[in-house]
């Protein structure tokens, strides 16, 4: 199962880009890399998910290096609402469904 | 987001008690599953359900009891739990169609042992 690495903290401004890094160096070819957040004491979030390419919704993007062993989720203009914890997660499979392995995530904090 | 609801939001009981939590998705999905979150700690996978199927025990003890009617509903059932089992639980839904599968939680249900 591949491992991920993420820092244990980022502050970011109200209204700037939050860049969040997430090492990932033993990926498997077909191993998605996941985003979730999870607000303090509310189920996880789903935000975005990729294998190769940079992907983007109108919550985030998701930008994987090509050698696919890092990858940055971007929050274009963060607001005090995107104050959670992130996790980057590659996805495992369990029989025939897939156990999400959360880390401890980074937790990112948004300042006016 | 109302995909994936809930009930209770909150329970206290006791360790002689008996109780069930309940998770409904309306999203159509195939696939069910229970996670546990203890404080501070990551989240557990507990159990996971595929078309009604149980297909994943994660070494969970028998005091936790799961139960899928059928693909929009899963109940877990709880009897004489300890204050350990006190957490966050949090239920989630996907579809199984090979390649991309992605999972939506509900909003948890925050259980107090006593």
């Known amino acids: 199962d591949a491992k991920t690495t993420q820092p244990t903290s980022m502050d970011c401004a109200e209204g700037r880009a939050a860049n969040l890094p997430c090492n990932h160096s033993t990926i498997s070819g077909n191993e998605y890399v996941y985003w979730y957040r999870q607000i303090h004491s509310q189920g996880p979030q789903y935000i975005i998910h990729?294998?190769?390419n940079n992907e983007t919704n109108e919550m985030a993007s998701l930008i994987i290096t090509e050698d696919r062993k890092s990858s940055t989720l971007i929050l274009p203009h963060a607001t005090l609402r995107d104050t959670a914890v992130y996790y980057c997660i590659v996805r495992v499979a369990v029989l025939t469904g897939y156990a999400l392995n959360f880390g401890k995530g980074t937790s990112l904090l948004v300042t006016p | 987001e109302t995909g994936v609801t809930q009930t209770p939001r909150h329970l206290v009981m006791g360790m002689t008690n008996k109780k069930s939590l309940k998770c409904e998705q309306h999203?159509?999905?195939?696939?069910m599953y229970w996670y546990k979150q203890s404080a501070k700690k990551p989240l557990e996978l507990m159990f996971v359900?595929?078309?009604?199927?149980?297909?994943e025990n994660n070494s969970v003890p028998s005091r936790f009891s799961p139960e899928c009617p059928n693909s929009s509903h899963l109940f877990l059932h709880l009897h004489t739990l300890q204050p350990e089992d006190s957490a966050l639980y949090l239920c989630a839904s996907s579809t199984l169609s090979g390649g991309e599968e992605t999972q939506y939680f509900g909003p948890g249900t925050r259980l107090l042992v006593l």
């Open positions: 990729g294998l190769k």
């Open positions: 999203l159509g999905h195939n696939a």
């Open positions: 359900y595929n078309f009604k199927e149980q297909t």
